[in-house]
């Protein structure tokens, strides 16, 4: 299944950076940007807050979007992804000043000393582990790299109810599945937060083109307004910032 995964990510390295790893039907490219300042904007923040500098391991890394956000910020960054094929395209993303350093994941073990990583992070990785036995080991790989105090920030897709899609490679769970998996691999889960529904109005706006960048800031603001009111709505999804400690 591994295998079928990572030929799956190796096929769609051939689109645009942002598609191949974010929306591969964003022709135009709006809503992958919208999507991709997002994700970095709100990890450099908690990044900041925790006077995190590195080193960052960038799990499920793809083309480096995300890298090169945390590279440009000046930390180092070790990116970590089981396809070889998107590995290779992070050259298209431009030079990083020495400060990071990819790898290919093999699906079991990462790569990393035990206790050496400051903060591990993910964007829609962890959702595309369909087994909940794989993804604990996952986590307990992560919680192992991870040093004592630090955190893993993962945003990952929630929903109402647990939705399977094993053409796409997607399980997307409820908010109370995706922290007792945290919990189980022993950390502490102290933040949840949603940042955008999948489904909103204005997504379709931004994905024909039809709002400015300088925009962005203020819909994010939006729909997170909206999501801590509303939650996680039945016939929708979320991206949902976890913020977990290894004690």
Not at 3 to 14: A, C, E, G, I, V
Not at 23 to 36: E, M, P, R, W
Not at 182 to 187: I, P, Q, T, V, Y
Request: glycine share 8%; charged share 20%.
């Amino acid at each position: 299944m591994r295998n079928q995964q990572r030929d799956h990510w190796d096929k769609l390295s051939n689109l645009p950076l942002n598609a191949s790893v974010i929306d591969t039907h964003d022709t135009l490219g709006s809503k992958n940007l919208y999507i991709a300042q997002l994700r970095t904007a709100t990890i450099l923040e908690i990044l900041d807050e925790q006077r995190r500098r590195g080193p960052i391991l960038d799990f499920g890394c793809g083309n480096g979007g995300l890298s090169q956000g945390l590279a440009t910020s000046g930390r180092f960054v070790v990116g970590l992804d089981i396809s070889k094929n998107l590995l290779s395209q992070t050259k298209r993303r431009g030079a990083m000043d020495g400060k990071a350093c990819f790898l290919q994941y093999d699906g079991n073990h990462i790569p990393i000393a035990t206790n050496s990583i400051q903060a591990a992070t993910t964007y829609v990785v962890l959702t595309h582990i369909l087994e909940d036995t794989h993804l604990k080991q996952l986590l307990q790989e992560l919680h192992r790299v991870i040093m004592p105090g630090g955190h893993l920030i993962a945003i990952e897709q929630s929903t109402y109810r647990r939705k399977l899609n094993r053409e796409t490679w997607q399980c997307r769970r409820p908010l109370k599945e995706w922290v007792s998996l945290l919990n189980s691999a022993d950390f502490h889960v102290g933040t949840v937060k949603l940042l955008r529904y999948g489904r909103f109005p204005t997504t379709f706006l931004v994905r024909l083109g039809c709002i400015p960048n300088f925009m962005f800031p203020h819909l994010h603001k939006a729909e997170s307004l909206l999501g801590s009111f509303f939650g996680v709505l039945p016939w929708d999804y979320c991206d949902t910032l976890f913020i977990a400690q290894k004690q």
